[in-house]
Nanobody
Framework: QVQLDESGGGLVQAGGSLRLSCAAS????????MGWFRQAPGKERDFVAA????????LYSDSVKGRFTISRDNAKNLLYLQMNSLKPEDTAVYYC???????????????WGQGTQVTVSS
């Protein structure tokens, strides 16, 4: 089992940057695919990025490709999302999640954090 705790959200102006962190507890973090998802008010939860347990493969949604970078530190049980060139449409609650399969499909993710709010002002 994996417990996840996100941090690093906040209010930022358009064009700015934020780095989200996700601290994981549990023995399976280093063998889990980790992902970031986001959900804006009134919208469905959307895939943002995922990283293979090895760290050698990553997936990104088209909307964040080239602006966001996902990374992980298995020794510290930490997952990161570096977000640059932020846009107002990036405003959402961001969730980290863990899956046993390498996937961008949220149904593959078994464990979820509580989320952290990111607000980008124009």
């Amino acid at each position: 089992q994996v417990q996840l705790d996100e941090s690093g959200g906040g209010l930022v102006q358009a064009g700015g940057s934020l780095r989200l962190s996700c601290a994981a507890s549990g023995r399976t973090f280093s063998s889990s695919t980790m992902g970031w998802f986001r959900q804006a008010p009134g919208k469905e939860r959307d895939f943002v990025a995922a990283i293979h347990w090895s760290g050698r493969s990553t997936l990104y949604s088209d909307s964040v490709k080239g602006r966001f970078t996902i990374s992980r530190d298995n020794a510290k049980n930490l997952l990161y999302l570096q977000m640059n060139s932020l846009k107002p449409e990036d405003t959402a609650v961001y969730y980290c999640a863990a899956a046993s399969r390498y996937s961008s499909d949220y149904v593959q993710y078994d464990y979820w954090g509580q989320g952290t709010q990111v607000t980008v002002s124009s």
